[in-house]
């Protein structure tokens, strides 16, 4: 098990992961895009899961290392967003809900009934 966050008894940094399972590593040259399924646990006790899609890059060594750049995908998303990539993986075109976002603009939330539902985490 490996743990991250500021050290701190019970801060809310601590996390503690209990597993993580590699769904799928798809190959892009000396790099790879990986979709994970993360379970951990808080400093105060609570198991929280999620998943998250990430570029891997390989070391001069062979070593795989995440990237700076990621995207988690809480319990609560995931549905809305399988959906959308599902359509889009069927060929589906669709015109943006939003325009998009100008500098100093503020971003505005979606209508409510296209916001997902659920918990943050996915529970287990």
Same mark, same amino acid.
Request: no cysteine; glycine share 14%.
């Given at each position: 098990?490996?743990?991250? $966050?500021?050290? $701190? ?10 597993s ?45 290392? #995440?990237?700076?750049? $990621? ?27 939003e325009?998009?976002?100008?500098? $100093? ?17 996915? #529970?287990?």
């Amino acid at each position: 098990m490996a743990s991250s $966050g500021s050290g $701190g008894n019970g801060s809310r940094g601590d996390l503690e992961i209990i597993s993580e399972i590699v769904m799928v590593a798809i190959p892009r040259g000396d790099e790879e895009l990986r979709v994970t399924f993360t379970r951990a646990r808080t400093g105060q006790g609570r198991d929280v899961a999620w998943h998250s899609l990430r570029v891997f890059w390989k070391t001069d060594a062979g070593e795989w290392r #995440p990237g700076k750049q $990621g995207i988690t995908i809480r319990g609560g998303e995931l549905r809305a967003v399988a959906d959308a990539l599902t359509k889009a993986a069927s060929g589906g075109t669709g015109t943006p809900r939003e325009p998009a976002q100008q500098p $100093g603009r503020p971003a505005t939330a979606p209508p409510a009934a296209e916001t997902a539902s659920g918990d943050d985490d996915i #529970p287990f």
